[in-house]
């Protein structure tokens, strides 16, 4: 059965830097591009979760949220069927529910999602 498991959330300071990994089974990873999003703890109604990053498939095509441009990598390991978010100079603003995705037509994958919490 397709399957996401996202890990590597945690509580880190303003400044500081996290590794998120997601790691896929029951299809085939490589196939697809994939994407993270985050919720953030205050959504205002009706507005789901905002697209984060996405990557190509191969990795050779990226695409970032302005908000976390120049701060965030996405990447991917298509041998370990897993997808990374790496995350420097992260602000408080970015405290979230972190979910990675899998645009599979017709039946999206979603992780269960990974908390960042960045406070002081």
């Known amino acids: 059965q397709p399957q996401l498991v996202e890990s590597g959330g945690a509580l880190v300071q303003p400044g500081g830097s996290l590794r998120l990994n997601c790691t896929a089974s029951g299809f085939t990873f490589s196939n697809y591009a994939m994407n993270w999003y985050r919720r953030l703890p205050r959504q205002p109604p009706g507005k789901g979760r905002e697209?984060?990053?996405?990557?190509?498939?191969?990795?050779?095509?990226?695409l970032y949220a302005d908000s976390v441009k120049g701060r965030f990598t996405i990447t991917r390991d298509d041998s370990k069927n897993t997808l990374y978010l790496q995350m420097n100079d992260l602000q408080v603003e970015d405290t979230a529910v972190y979910y990675c995705?899998?645009?599979?037509?017709?039946?999206?994958?979603w992780g269960q999602g990974s908390q960042v919490t960045v406070s002081s």
């Open positions: 697209l984060v990053a996405a990557i190509g498939r191969g990795g050779v095509n990226t």
């Open positions: 995705n899998a645009p599979i037509s017709g039946s999206p994958l």
